[in-house]
């Protein structure tokens, strides 16, 4: 029965040519504007860490004092951690791992003579950043605690950053050039790029950077190395170890849901330890333990732009789909003779109802297709922008398969009303009237 | 023109009808606000700045040992200013829409707290005729206050002078002259000794309307902060000034990072996100106006050829063409008034929750009367071409059975 409908689908569409191509039209322009936007707002959201984000969190304490007033322009000045804070965090081990960072760039030298040097983005970390962020290790390792006690002028490149400096990817046991120090490489990691840089400053340009290099965060402050990012302070002090400057990240892996709980549990009485102390003016609600991805949608990593780009192409979908709707019913209503001879010779009303909703279906299959090549030209058009997400912008899989039941979903939902409307009509009438 | 027909044959197809309104109305809503995005991104796109932004050329000078800056710089100017075409060369801390932001809230007085970020721009030694800054009233800096006045290590200028915006010193002194006024920041106090042209601040699309133009100039003496040369020239000059000047930068400076850029390109690059979206903003426009026009003139030809006989009889019984014509013109004015209307709200929905959302601001009413006129000439527009051929039904139609 379904390739018949098919059949009477194909015919009543050859009929209105004209009609036809522009309901395909309208729904494929509709598809390839939400589809395009769709995809960008999917691959700017994902997971960056599919296997290790349920381990990972981001601890918040709120240091402020009670009269901050944050600036609407400038950015939170309790994203960040305060030195004295992020280091009792990391040092009370009470996290499977946890590592404070910060990221920083530095002018790197190629080995030899008469090169020009450049800037490398890096950070300054603890040693459990490694484990808990999951790099794989070309050769060497990741530095030790104690050399992360004791400021060893140590570093790991990444892969890329190796070759450039040293022309090879093996270069442990040499010695880098940053600024004007001189640190040992112990480790080479490969390149590491999660989209978007998750643990990174809000202020960083997540889907474009990556890290290149490594060091103890000791180390940087010890060679009195500049962060890039997010430092706020409110008691005039711009001193790395003041405790009224936020600047570090804190992450920590926690495995099980009572380790989240116990942990959770510490946080609070951390900071209402602090406030007993007199440091903290906050109450020891402000506490928080964000889980990988809500921290994510906390901190907005995708730009408003985006959003709003979103919005406005599912208005222009909404738009096309009401004209769509128009038209069916039109086209339906006006085949009342044909429909009511059908019903007269014993057509039930489901069959004219499925039969009109495979004509739908057809249109919105024709629309599908054309709305995935409007698609791929959209996204061809995003790769080109500026913007540092840019090259992110392609369909997987489970988009491609998304888009045909979107505009499969949209059509049939379009001629639902128009078909229902044409089934009801009275056969008796109509065929006294012809 | 009778409309009562118009209303009970509507009301006979209302459902068609309804689509039509609503239709009309969710083109209008969108219209009026990508239409006001659109405005408010070419204003930002086209934002004027007091600087002499089609001469300048910036280059940025990166990894120098701190020791050597002050020794060097003199060497490095003097050297720029030598390339032939140049008509002025400075070192400055950042040049506006640049990288290296460095903001500060300043007020009028000592106790108040500013919600805004004032771009603060340090100027080496002819650093205001380089930029080509527009002095409205007092004077630019003197010899020795460039000389006096360095960075102190609390990130705070030890001058005691500055130069302000128009904007600024209008929002901070309403109706006085803003000379010799105090202004005060983060446990410092300057005294205002000129007052220029409105200058773009370091990063204004992140800064909110006030912060926009809220920048403030600082005399400095050479030192690693001021890491960026500006160097003006004539227009037609400029790409080659700067290849010069990179040549003898980068002879003078082997060890150093150098980035030099033409500064229209600079500001090019700035807004290269919002100009992207002022297109895409335009084309989504066009295609759904087109879409809509569509589908008005799809509805109508079918309502035509529905009524065919009807349109007949009416003609038979001495209906002329022009009649015909103003009937389906008048109903979809109707239907279009409706839309509009309804578009209008929706319009006005959309923009307050946008504003509550996102950085949007309340949008005109013209915006959305602009919108309603369009929708209606669309409409009409749109309508034409089928209601002419229902006024060339012949009479004859109704003497026929189908």
């Known amino acids: 029965m379904f390739g018949y409908y098919l059949d009477l689908a194909w015919r009543s569409l050859r009929r209105t040519p004209v009609m036809t191509a522009l309901m395909v039209l309208a729904i494929g322009l509709g598809i390839g504007a939400s589809m395009t936007m769709l995809t960008v707002l999917h691959v700017m959201s994902d997971d960056p860490l599919p296997d290790r984000s349920a381990h990972l969190f981001v601890p918040h304490l709120d240091p402020r004092p009670a009269n901050f007033t944050q600036n609407l322009y400038a950015p939170d000045a309790s994203a960040n951690f305060t030195y004295p804070d992020a280091m009792a965090l990391v040092s009370s081990r009470q996290a499977v791992r946890q590592a404070a960072m910060a990221g920083g760039t530095l002018l790197a030298r190629r080995s030899g003579t008469g090169h020009t040097p450049f800037y490398a983005d890096g950070r300054f970390t603890t040693p459990d950043f490694f484990a808990m962020f999951d790099l794989s290790f070309l050769s060497g390792s990741a530095w030790s605690q104690a050399d992360e006690d004791a400021r060893a002028r140590v570093v790991v490149l990444s892969e890329s950053l190796s070759r450039e400096v040293f022309g090879t990817a093996d270069s442990v046991g040499r010695i880098a050039h940053l600024n004007d120090a001189d640190l040992r490489v112990v480790g080479v990691t490969r390149d590491w790029q999660p989209n978007p840089m998750f643990y990174a400053d809000a202020d960083a340009k997540e889907f474009s950077d990556a890290d290149r290099f490594f060091l103890p965060l000791s180390t940087s402050l010890d060679l009195k190395f500049n962060t890039n990012g997010n430092q706020s302070s409110w008691a005039g002090s711009i001193e790395h170890n003041s405790p009224t400057l936020t600047w570090l990240q804190v992450w920590v892996q926690l495995d099980t849901a009572s380790e989240v709980t116990a942990y959770r549990r510490y946080l609070a009485d951390y900071a209402g330890q602090q406030k007993k102390l007199g440091r903290y003016e906050r109450s020891a609600d402000s506490a928080h333990l964000y889980s990988l991805m809500e921290w994510l949608a906390i901190e907005r990593k995708v730009p408003s732009d985006i959003h709003l780009q979103v919005w406005l192409a599912l208005a222009f979908l909404a738009v096309c789909i009401t004209n769509i709707v128009a038209l069916l019913l039109a086209k339906f209503l006006r085949r009342g003779g044909e429909i009511s001879v059908r019903r007269a010779m014993g057509a039930r009303r489901r069959d004219i109802f499925i039969q009109l909703a495979t004509e739908s279906a057809v249109i919105g299959f024709a629309g599908g297709v054309l709305g995935l090549i409007l698609a791929q030209l959209g996204l061809w058009s995003v790769r080109h922008r500026p913007d540092d997400y840019a090259h992110l912008a392609s369909m997987d899989g489970p988009m491609l398969a998304f888009t045909f039941a979107l505009a499969l979903g949209a059509s049939l939902l379009a001629g639902l009303l128009p078909a229902w409307r044409a089934c009801r009509i009275t056969p008796a009438l109509q065929l006294k009237t012809q | ?402």
């Not at chain 2, 009649?323 to 008034?337: A, G, R, V």
């Open chain 2, 1 to 402: 023109m009778e409309i009562r027909p118009i209303l009970s044959s509507l009301h006979k197809h209302r459902v068609p009808a309804l689509l039509i309104v609503l239709e009309i109305a969710l083109a209008c809503a969108v219209l009026c606000n990508a239409v006001f995005m659109i405005g408010q991104c070419i204003a930002g796109v086209r934002a004027p700045s007091a600087i002499d932004e089609q001469g300048l050329s910036v280059i940025s000078l990166g990894g120098i040992d701190e020791a050597h800056v002050e020794s060097g710089m003199a060497r490095n100017l003097a050297a720029l200013r030598a390339i032939a075409g140049v008509q002025a060369a400075a070192a400055i801390s950042d040049v506006p829409l640049g990288p290296d932001i460095w903001y500060d809230g300043l007020t009028a007085r000592p106790d108040e707290e500013s919600q805004i970020n004032s771009s603060e721009y340090f100027l080496g030694s002819g650093g205001e005729q380089a930029l080509g800054l527009k002095l409205l009233k007092g004077r630019f800096f003197s010899a020795e206050e460039f000389a006096d006045s360095t960075l102190l290590p609390s990130h705070v200028s030890s001058s005691h002078v500055v130069l302000i915006n128009e904007s600024d010193a209008r929002r901070m002194w309403p109706g006085e002259s803003a000379l010799g006024k105090q202004i005060y920041g983060d446990n410092a106090a300057w005294t205002v000794v000129g007052v220029v042209a409105d200058v773009l601040g370091q990063d204004p699309n992140g800064n909110g309307p006030a912060g926009m133009y809220s920048s403030i100039f600082f005399p400095q003496r050479p030192s690693a902060s001021l890491n960026h040369y500006v160097v003006r020239s004539a227009p037609q000059d400029r790409d080659r000034v700067l290849r010069d000047a990179l040549q003898v930068l980068g002879k003078l400076e082997p060890g150093a990072v150098l980035e030099g850029k033409i500064y229209a390109d600079m500001r090019a690059d700035y807004f290269a996100d919002t100009r992207d979206m002022a297109w895409m903003l335009m084309m989504v426009c066009v295609v759904m106006l087109a879409v809509t026009a569509l589908g008005i003139v799809g509805l109508t030809s079918f309502w035509v050829g529905q009524r065919r006989r009807q349109i007949g009889i009416r003609r038979a019984v001495g209906a002329s063409c022009a009649n015909i014509l103003h009937y389906f013109q008048t109903e979809n004015f109707l239907l279009s008034t409706a839309g509009v209307v309804l578009g209008v709200v929706f319009g006005f929905a959309v923009n307050v929750y946008l504003m509550e959302n996102y950085e949007v601001s309340r949008m005109p009413w013209y915006y959305l009367g602009c919108g309603a006129l369009a929708l209606w000439l669309l409409g009409q527009g749109a309508v034409l071409g089928p209601a002419l051929r229902a006024a060339q039904v012949p009479p004859v139609v109704a003497t026929r059975s189908v």
